[in-house]
């Protein structure tokens, strides 16, 4: 399945969406216009010589072009305008629209053991697709066994799920659950669903109008209002409004049922590629089928909302305007032997996790990695449960948990090859800071000094002592575990407060700065942490695509390739070649050492991120491959690939089978 191909699609479907937005528009001007003409031909004085008010010539006459295009006018500026403002509160990341809907941010070290349990997952699907870790939020008041992700792009994506979710699924369950959204995460189902709440808001605010009119004409009239006789025709005002409303209620269903079924089958399919088992999200499916609760959604704010989630949040009589497939024909998407029945568990002891039992455990973090290297490689090997840690971590007694939390950071600490009180400084944000900061301290006992010193001037308590305490682990890891180690920290960033980040990347770049020059690997760190924390504390405007061809970026190609090259571990040449000629540059030559300056790097790889969607995998892919060429991939490689997907909102390619990484 082409992600990135789905992407384009996406695209395209933003035009649909647009074409269907401008026909209810249309619609909605021309039934205003009839309200209005029925509002002012009621308002008349009854005519008792003529009997009436006219009949339907009366009423027809109410209607003139100027009229008609003042209305126009005023109802295209007040969709657009709410539109506008809706896309602004949306668009400042996925966080704003899961704490709209009451969701609460899990922390890394968070002691709910079904919380605990769902961040391990997120984690091993993450690693599966090559992402970052995304924030999770817990929807705690929401019994329903729901999800969504949302967000602009992949670095400001959240994922949330409901109490309900995360209490109620055994773990491969809600592996095929977490899969799903990720699969909305990398297609670009999210930006769309976001364009789409934006510009439905606009075409359901006129109802919105006429349910305040309505109100207001219950409230105690005074005196003059009541002498005057158009008084009593703001009810029917406000009535044909909020008509009005359901209409355009009606088209925005429509628009949604539209745009969003087929994502869902798409998602569910994808759930099974990731997790390499159709188990996971047919269970999921099945369970909710069971469960008397469903996938109902109860926060303010869901219904408008509707088209991101896993699930139908409230009972529909007319799957026609349904945003999501009938369940069952979801099931039997996944799981063509079907029998049709439903599983039923007994969930009276609400607010406690499933217990799995050895047998029922889903597929671990090791596994599901692998699975996803050998789906990359055309592999259909099976994949072997693990031996359930997680599990025992996410259903222990309070007395044994602490234990069981052991045993998983000893075995992270073990997979990462990075000392396990590593670990668990990485997953709190005072830790996190020191460990990214100590990757940037210099051997040197001269220059080390001047950055501590701007360390202890930074203001933060406590970060000086600890970057001098870890500061020597850290520098025996070496370059290899840079990049691992930053990738455990980034969750624990993002808890940080607004103020606490920028004081943090203001100190990041006076360490960089200490020695009046950049490194290349001082860049990719600085550019992980800016592109995946900034979406979480700033509005970030995305990379828009300008590039069609890789012609055109043809020059800024050739510096990255470049730089990949001389920085390389294979012959440097080679490399340069075998990239240039997997993108079809055969009449690129490489750029002396001397023209690859960390700055002229940035630039290129900047305007790189501004390549149509479908060009940006063909680059990393064809970078990876020509790096992986001697069968290994170096720290500075890595990185660089890394840094280059975080600027270009690509997830990083699967290193082919075949390929080690040192």
Not at 126 to 147: F, K, Q, S, T
Not at 276 to 295: H, N
Not at 303 to 316: D, K, N, V
């Amino acid at each position: 399945m082409n992600f990135f191909e789905q992407q384009d699609i996406a695209r395209r479907n933003t035009r649909v969406l647009v074409v269907l937005f401008v026909a209810a528009v249309l619609l909605l001007i021309v039934l205003t216009n009839a309200a209005v003409a029925g509002y002012l031909w009621f308002g008349q004085d009854y005519n008792v010589y003529s009997g009436g008010r006219g009949g339907l010539q009366g009423f027809l006459g109410y209607f003139s072009w100027a009229r008609f295009g003042g209305i126009g006018l005023a109802v295209s500026a007040t969709v657009a305008m709410v539109a506008l403002v809706k896309w602004w509160q949306l668009s400042t990341g996925g966080k704003v629209v899961a704490e709209s809907m009451g969701g609460t941010l899990i922390v890394p070290a968070t002691r709910d053991a079904a919380e605990r349990r769902c961040l391990n997952v997120v984690q091993e699907i993450a690693l599966a697709a090559n992402m970052p870790v995304p924030p999770v939020y817990v929807l705690n008041d929401e019994r329903g066994i729901n999800a969504f992700a949302a967000g602009i792009s992949p670095a400001d994506a959240v994922v949330a799920v409901t109490r309900g979710t995360i209490d109620h699924l055994k773990r491969h369950e809600l592996q095929g659950v977490i899969a799903h959204e990720f699969s909305h995460i990398l297609n670009g189902d999210m930006r769309l669903n976001i364009r789409l709440a934006a510009l439905l808001k606009g075409i359901t605010f006129i109802g919105d109008v006429g349910h305040i009119l309505l109100r207001s004409s219950n409230r105690v009239r005074s005196g003059a209002s009541e002498r005057n006789g158009n008084g009593a025709m703001m009810p029917m005002l406000g009535l044909a409004l909020w008509l009005l409303g359901l209409v355009g209620a009606g088209v925005a269903g429509f628009i949604k049922a539209a745009i969003s079924r087929q994502k869902e089958y798409l998602a569910d399919a994808s759930a099974v590629q990731f997790t390499r088992s159709p188990d996971g999200i047919g269970d999921a499916l099945k369970v909710i089928g069971g469960y008397i609760p469903g996938t109902l959604v109860h926060a303010a704010r869901a219904q408008e909302m509707s088209h991101i989630f896993f699930g139908e949040i409230e009972h529909r009589l007319w799957h026609v305007f349904a945003t999501h497939p009938p369940l069952a024909s979801r099931i039997r998407r996944v799981d063509p032997t079907w029998n049709g029945e439903y599983i039923q568990r007994d969930l009276r002891q609400y607010g406690r996790p499933d217990r799995p039992l050895g047998a029922d455990v889903g597929v671990g973090r090791a596994a599901i990695v692998a699975a996803a290297f050998a789906a990359a490689a055309g592999g259909q090997a099976a994949i072997e449960p693990d031996t359930g840690l997680e599990d025992a971590a996410a259903s222990a007694p309070d007395a044994d948990f602490d234990s069981a939390a052991d045993q998983l950071e000893e075995r992270t600490a073990e997979r990462a090859e990075i000392p396990v009180a590593f670990v668990r400084q990485a997953q709190e944000p005072l830790g996190a800071q020191a460990l990214v900061c100590c990757l940037l301290i210099h051997p040197g006992a001269a220059l080390r000094q001047a950055q501590l010193a701007t360390l202890a001037e930074s203001g933060t308590t406590g970060l000086t002592e600890l970057v001098t305490t870890l500061a020597p682990g850290v520098r025996e890891l070496g370059a290899p575990r840079r990049l691992p180690l930053l990738e455990l920290c980034l969750p624990a960033l993002k808890a940080m407060s607004a103020p606490q980040f920028r004081l943090f990347k203001r100190t990041l770049l006076l360490l960089i700065r200490a020695d009046g020059q950049t490194e290349l690997h001082e860049w990719c760190l600085y550019q992980l942490v800016r592109h995946y924390l900034d979406p979480q504390f700033i509005q970030v405007k995305p990379s828009r695509p300008r590039y069609r061809s890789l012609h055109k970026v043809a020059y800024h190609l050739r510096v990255v390739l470049s730089v990949l090259a001389h920085e390389g571990s294979g012959e440097t040449a080679a490399v340069f070649r075998l990239a240039a000629d997997e993108l079809d540059l055969r009449a690129l030559a490489i750029l002396p050492r001397e023209q690859c300056s960390v700055a002229a790097f940035s630039r290129a790889v900047h305007e790189l991120a501004d390549c149509y969607p479908l060009l940006k995998p063909r680059v990393l892919k064809a970078m990876a491959l020509a790096a992986g060429a001697d069968g290994r991939l170096n720290p500075a490689e890595r990185e660089i690939i890394a840094s280059m997907a975080a600027v270009m909102d690509c997830p990083v390619p699967v290193t082919p089978e075949g390929i080690h990484q040192i």
